[in-house]
């Protein structure tokens, strides 16, 4: 698939798009361009890096409109700012799709902001950078430096066109001509500016335009790569002509014909010393010196500044953590002990109005006498109550209203009466010896609570006294003061008292809270913990203390966020402190790396240059000591590595890349060899020796290149490595050197898939009418086997190849060579037959012993893909096989009308079939014998 950068604005009115191309033909095949102009970027190494925009690689259609333009060096100034205004103006509006490796990532990126600057230098070199995802210093951005003063000289230089090829069919290719104007020796232009510029070759002055030719393309032909060629100007450039018949068939950077790079003038070549991008000749290295002395230092400080911020936070926290773990258990306890005798005071005075009320003999009007004055007293006592139990039924005996409080709240005695029924059951336990504390709040208007103790009434504890008393009787004790919380809830974990009104008057439950949980199990008096309150949200320290009255308690919690808070106002001054510390000794450390820095890291640089293979590096020695004998070393070394590149350039076009990626890993391993279970593959072109002599030179290479271009990217499509070529012949290995899963069925894939595309090509070229009558009807056979084999490198220690040895492999050399007389395309042998039969359609052939084996091998035919045979070719495979069991059976007459019928069925002449005829028309007269075990000697290869 094509992995799709982000869009990047080009030369103002197009868009420029970078696609990733992952090297695989099928994804490329699926590449619909065709709302724009596609840009296939390719790249070599001579003694510069050098990059073009080339053809499609071998064998993929590509009917699209693409640009093409030869291999021009990217330290050619002028001829890349002659393709950056070409570039500019053909796509003028357009979309543009540069396909690229990922492996190029940086150098398509550089190139095209290279030719962005030389279009308009007038922009920012940064700007440059930053907009194509570069970074880094842009000294190497182009720039034309004052030299010495020179003569005057002026020279016409010619540069290729660009080519627009594709869809559109004929393309005008427009021919730019360029002048360079030298300086005057007294340093002076003459009134022109010391730069290369677009200017007239003709005397009119105005820019030369001319058509140079007219090429006619064909969408419809997947390998018509149209190679542009340098037009000659009878000066220092030797080109080839431009005419459409001359045109090379480019089929790959391997095989295609290049023109010579456009030579610079001396002149221009000294001046320009550094003409790459930003990215070039930057130094990206992951951890400089310079970062790794700002690194240490950095690293260092922060580690001391923070160890002392971490444990003085640590103790400071600690220390305020005691300090509030103390205070929070002595709010508790002092509150708890105010709380309790609040209570106790209460009950008090509830068992005196109790006294008063059952008093025997008392007169009724000293009786309310006595009651108004203690209501008078307490207006926090709004209603008592003495009730007995009848039946599991609280039954009210005596009650008593503050009427005064109940006049001020509109509370009615009604509303009493609801919260005694409302919690009867609780209140029920004082009838068991138990004090009762109650949340008496829903239903007035001020918070309150109850309280239900037993009484004794003629001696025994048969009566049950009820108070209700305002929450303003203990209230003050819960006001919010500073960052605490202090509340009181009841044996069931209801809330009496709060700070907070309208949970008392809800009567909330709080035994979801993690301290009141703890309380309430807990068996001690005294408590506290820290927590997590997912409902008040944060972490909490909490204490509580039991007031020992009806198992209520008094609990006081402190958020530690505001409890700590202090802490971390001190972490973050610190952390400040630090990071102004660490600001100013980074920029101290900066300045310092680079007096020590500067001269390696110019060193690292021109090893960047190497390692993208500009072997020209501009660097001398400057200095006398160990530095300076490291950079003359290094240039030593770059000289060395160039050459070392040449030879591995022409050893990857020449051996196939996996076996370069192996040879790569362990070169050992492969000298030495090893005996693998392998798929040899074996094609060859019938009749090619005919095909060859009727051909031209340039017609027979593009003929061969084409068709080998196409039978080899099928061949790597289904994981084959390419052995060798031999002529028109391909040699080919499956599962070595690396494995590869199925390699038989892949291979069975690859030959048929061949032998399809095989018949494309020649519809195309009798449709067009190319090359000669015999190559239009050109026809290939392939051999394939399966079985052990010894692989690896062949030959010397000096000079050796990549090969396979063995049975397995002249096997299959003599089952191509077989095909020929059996008229089919493709034969395999048993061990390939087994792995493909639910894929494939076989037949088979013949049982014969070939020459140099002893042993008889059952050959067949690999008919094709069973969803692409018709029912006919089935027909007629399975009656030829009937008709050899009758052949091998010895009914001579019954196999021959058999094989007829095959051939009837197949409507097309079977060579297969008109063989085993004749062999048994053969032996009709002279019978082998009932000895005979039907094999056939082939007495040829």
């Known amino acids: 698939m094509l992995e799709i950068s982000a869009e990047i604005p080009f030369l103002r009115t197009s868009k420029l798009t970078f696609l990733v191309w992952d090297e695989t033909p099928g994804s490329l095949?699926?590449?619909?361009?065709?709302?724009?102009?596609?840009?296939?970027?390719?790249?070599?190494?001579?003694?510069?890096?050098?990059?073009?925009?080339?053809?499609?690689?071998?064998?993929?259609?590509?009917?699209?409109?693409?640009?093409?333009?030869?291999?021009?060096?990217?330290?050619?100034?002028?001829?890349?700012?002659?393709?950056?205004?070409?570039?500019?103006?053909?796509?003028?509006?357009?979309?543009?799709?540069?396909?690229?490796?990922?492996?190029?990532?940086?150098?398509?990126?550089?190139?095209?902001?290279?030719?962005?600057?030389?279009?308009?230098?007038?922009i920012s070199p940064d700007r440059i950078s930053h907009k194509f995802g570069l970074t880094g210093k842009t000294s190497s951005i182009p720039e034309i430096v004052s030299g010495k003063t020179k003569e005057i000289e002026t020279k016409v230089l010619s540069f290729p066109p660009l080519e627009l090829v594709g869809s559109s069919g004929k393309t005008k290719i427009r021919q730019f001509e360029l002048t360079t104007i030298g300086v005057g020796e007294n340093g002076s232009s003459n009134g022109h500016h010391q730069a290369e510029s677009y200017l007239p070759s003709s005397e009119s002055s105005i820019e030369k335009e001319s058509v140079v030719s007219e090429v006619e393309t064909d969408p419809n032909h997947p390998y018509d790569l149209i190679e542009s060629s340098f037009a000659s100007d009878g000066g220092d450039f030797q080109s080839e002509p431009a005419d459409s018949n001359d045109k090379k068939r480019a089929l790959g950077d391997s095989s295609s014909i290049e023109n010579k790079p456009i030579p610079e003038s001396k002149d221009k070549q000294s001046d320009v010393i550094e003409s790459d991008l930003a990215i070039e000749s930057n130094v990206n290295t992951k951890f400089s010196l310079q970062l790794k002395m700002m690194g240490v230092i950095s690293l260092l400080f922060v580690l001391s500044v923070a160890s002392i911020i971490i444990f003085?936070?640590?103790?400071?926290?600690?220390?305020?953590?005691?300090?509030?773990?103390?205070?929070?258990?002595?709010?508790?306890?002092?509150?708890?002990?105010?709380?309790?005798?609040?209570?106790?005071?209460?009950?008090?005075?509830?068992?005196?109005?109790?006294?008063?009320?059952?008093?025997?003999?008392?007169?009724?009007?000293?009786?309310?006498?006595?009651?108004?004055?203690?209501?008078?007293?307490?207006?926090?006592?709004?209603?008592?109550?003495?009730?007995?139990?009848?039946?599991?039924?609280?039954?009210?005996?005596?009650?008593?209203?503050?009427?005064?409080?109940?006049?001020?709240?509109?509370?009615?005695?009604?509303?009493?009466?609801?919260v005694v029924n409302r919690n009867r059951d609780a209140l029920a336990e004082a009838f068991n010896g138990q004090a009762v504390l109650l949340n008496s709040s829903p239903g007035f208007v001020e918070p309150s609570f109850a309280i239900a103790i037993p009484t004794a009434e003629n001696g025994e504890l048969d009566n049950a006294l009820v108070i209700i008393v305002k929450l303003d009787k203990i209230i003050g004790a819960f006001s919010k003061k500073g960052i605490e919380t202090t509340f009181l809830v009841n044996g069931s974990g209801t809330v009496l008292a709060h700070p907070k009104e309208d949970l008392v008057l809800a009567a909330t439950d709080l035994t979801t809270m993690p301290i009141v949980k703890t309380m309430l199990t807990s068996a001690p008096s005294t408590g506290q913990m820290s927590y997590l309150d997912e409902e008040l949200g944060g972490s909490y320290l909490g204490s509580?203390?039991?007031?020992?009255?009806?198992?209520?308690?008094?609990?006081?919690?402190?958020?530690?966020?505001?409890?700590?808070?202090?802490?971390?106002?001190?972490?973050?001054?610190?952390?400040?402190?630090?990071?102004?510390g660490l600001c100013s000794a980074l920029?101290?450390?900066?300045?310092?790396?680079?007096?020590?820095?500067?001269?390696?890291?110019?060193?690292?640089?021109?090893?960047?240059?190497?390692?993208?293979?500009?072997?020209?590096?501009?660097?001398?020695?400057?200095?006398?000591?160990?530095?300076?004998?490291?950079?003359?070393?290094?240039?030593?070394?770059?000289?060395?590595?160039?050459?070392?590149?040449?030879?591995?350039?022409?050893?990857?076009?020449?051996?196939?890349?996996?076996?370069?990626?192996?040879?790569?890993?362990?070169?050992?391993?492969?000298?030495?060899?090893?005996?693998?279970?392998?798929?040899?593959?074996?094609?060859d072109v019938a009749s090619f020796s005919t095909i060859s002599e009727q051909l031209k030179s340039a017609d027979l290479a593009a003929l061969l290149n084409e068709y080998l271009s196409a039978m080899t990217l099928l061949l790597k499509k289904h994981e084959g490595v390419l052995d060798k070529y031999i002529g028109d012949a391909i040699v080919g290995i499956f599962n070595a050197p690396v494995p590869v899963t199925d390699h038989e069925l892949k291979a069975a894939r690859a030959s048929v898939d061949m032998v399809l595309k095989l018949q494309e090509l020649r519809e195309y070229w009798t449709t067009n009418n190319l090359y000669s009558k015999e190559a239009q009807v050109m026809d290939a056979r392939i051999g394939l086997n399966s079985g052990p084999a010894k692989v690896g490198f062949m030959g010397t220690d000096a000079l050796a190849s990549y090969t396979m040895m063995g049975d397995t492999v002249n096997l299959a050399a003599r089952l191509e060579a077989a095909g020929k007389d059996y008229g089919v395309n493709i034969l395999?042998?048993?061990?390939?037959?087994?792995?493909?039969?639910?894929?494939?359609?076989?037949?088979?052939?013949?049982?014969?012993?070939?020459?140099?084996?002893?042993?008889?091998?059952?050959?067949?035919?690999?008919?094709?893909?069973?969803?692409?045979?018709?029912?006919?070719?089935?027909?007629?495979?399975?009656?030829?096989?009937?008709?050899?069991?009758?052949?091998?059976n010895q009914n001579w007459s019954k196999a021959i009308q058999l094989f007829k019928d095959s051939e009837r069925s197949k409507g097309s002449k079977d060579k297969s079939s008109h063989m085993l005829i004749e062999r048994c028309e053969e032996y009709s007269l002279n019978s082998p014998g009932k000895d005979w075990d039907g094999v056939f000697t082939r007495t040829h290869k």
């Open 828 to 888: 395999i042998t048993d061990p390939i037959r087994e792995k493909i039969q639910e894929e494939m359609i076989t037949r088979y052939v013949d049982l014969v012993r070939v020459k140099g084996k002893n042993e008889p091998v059952r050959i067949h035919e690999l008919v094709g893909y069973k969803s692409l045979v018709t029912s006919n070719l089935v027909e007629a495979v399975q009656l030829y096989e009937a008709g050899f069991q009758e052949y091998l």
């Open 587 to 683: 920029i101290f450390v900066f300045f310092f790396s680079k007096t020590i820095t500067k001269p390696v890291l110019q060193l690292l640089t021109a090893t960047l240059e190497i390692a993208k293979g500009n072997f020209k590096i501009g660097i001398k020695p400057t200095t006398q000591d160990e530095v300076g004998l490291l950079t003359k070393y290094f240039i030593d070394m770059g000289q060395g590595l160039e050459e070392r590149e040449k030879v591995k350039n022409i050893l990857g076009s020449m051996i196939d890349p996996v076996v370069v990626q192996e040879a790569m890993v362990d070169l050992a391993a492969l000298k030495r060899g090893s005996e693998t279970h392998i798929t040899a593959f074996f094609s």
């Open 29 to 122: 095949e699926s590449w619909n361009g065709d709302d724009g102009i596609t840009i296939f970027f390719q790249t070599r190494r001579t003694r510069e890096l050098e990059f073009r925009f080339g053809p499609p690689p071998w064998g993929i259609q590509f009917p699209n409109n693409r640009f093409e333009y030869p291999y021009v060096s990217v330290h050619q100034i002028s001829s890349n700012k002659y393709l950056a205004k070409a570039l500019s103006t053909a796509s003028e509006g357009k979309n543009l799709f540069v396909i690229y490796p990922k492996s190029l990532e940086v150098e398509v990126r550089s190139v095209f902001a290279r030719l962005e600057y030389l279009y308009d230098d007038r």
């Open 544 to 580: 509580f203390q039991k007031i020992g009255f009806a198992d209520a308690g008094v609990i006081t919690i402190v958020s530690e966020e505001k409890a700590f808070a202090d802490v971390y106002k001190s972490q973050k001054t610190n952390l400040y402190i630090a990071g102004i």
């Open 312 to 418: 003085a936070s640590f103790y400071f926290k600690r220390s305020i953590e005691l300090q509030l773990r103390d205070n929070n258990i002595r709010i508790a306890e002092i509150i708890g002990s105010k709380v309790k005798s609040d209570i106790l005071g209460v009950v008090e005075k509830g068992r005196q109005i109790a006294i008063t009320l059952t008093t025997q003999g008392l007169p009724e009007e000293d009786r309310k006498l006595l009651l108004k004055t203690f209501f008078q007293n307490d207006k926090e006592f709004i209603y008592l109550g003495i009730f007995e139990k009848r039946d599991n039924i609280l039954v009210m005996k005596r009650e008593v209203f503050n009427e005064e409080e109940l006049k001020k709240s509109a509370v009615t005695e009604d509303d009493f009466h609801a």
